[in-house]
């Protein structure tokens, strides 16, 4: 049976709805819907979709480095908008973050999410080439 380990970001919303920020089983890890929260759990970039895309990566990488991993691990990454009109500031974020990693892409628009503040959250999936 292989080890699971999970990473908590201090989220308010992590313990509600009963999930990890991330999770790793061996090689692979999954990072959820990830929303720009500072560290006071209060929304960053309010209005500003490449700051808080910037953010989201921020959390992503600090729990990649939790279990082990880095960016360069990564090979999917999606992002959910509510308005697609801000895919390109996104991307260019991403761009940035990714330009030698270059993994999958997904960009899709939902509706909302749970604070209206919040334009797009991200997930991320890696795989890690060292087992845990």
Not at 18 to 42: E, M, N, Y
Not at 48 to 74: K, M, N, Y
């Amino acid at each position: 049976m292989l080890d699971r380990q999970t990473v908590s970001t201090g989220s308010p919303y992590e313990p509600i709805v009963g999930f990890s920020r991330a999770v790793r089983i061996g090689q692979i890890i999954a990072i959820g819907g990830t929303a720009p929260l500072g560290p006071d759990g209060k929304t960053v970039g309010v209005g500003d979709p490449a700051a808080q895309a910037r953010r989201c990566f921020e959390i992503t990488d600090a729990a990649l480095r939790e279990l082990g991993a880095g960016l360069s691990d990564v090979i999917r990454t999606r992002f959910l908008l509510t308005r697609i009109e801000d895919w390109e500031a996104v991307a260019r974020v991403h761009g940035e973050i990714f330009a030698d990693v270059r993994p999958v892409n997904t960009i899709a628009q939902v509706s909302r999410f749970i604070d209206p503040d919040w334009l797009l959250e991200t997930e991320v999936d890696a795989v890690v080439s060292e087992p845990a």
